[in-house]
């Protein structure tokens, strides 16, 4: 990231640019914990398995294995939003 827009669309540089890799908490808590998936980690699985219990499934992580059963992407959906630090409250 190199620059600011301002509100008049003029662009200010930044007193230090950087470099986004997209790596965020939720990404850098998958590796330390050694999952595959965000959704896998102890930030996603009390929130997915509170959602499963109020709509009467359960959530079961199907990442990488065959499945027609789309109950996890259903859930994993509902929980995405919910757990970004700007969402707001529900």
Partial sequence: MEFERQENSV???LHKPSIDTGM???RIVAVLQGKLSNYDTDLFTPLLEAIGKRAGVSYQ???GH???DTTD???RVIAAPSSRHDAPDR
């Fill in 24 to 26: 965020g908490l939720g």
């Fill in 73 to 75: 992407v259903s859930l």
């Fill in 66 to 68: 065959d499945s027609n």
């Fill in 61 to 63: 992580p199907l990442l």
């Fill in 11 to 13: 662009l200010k540089p």
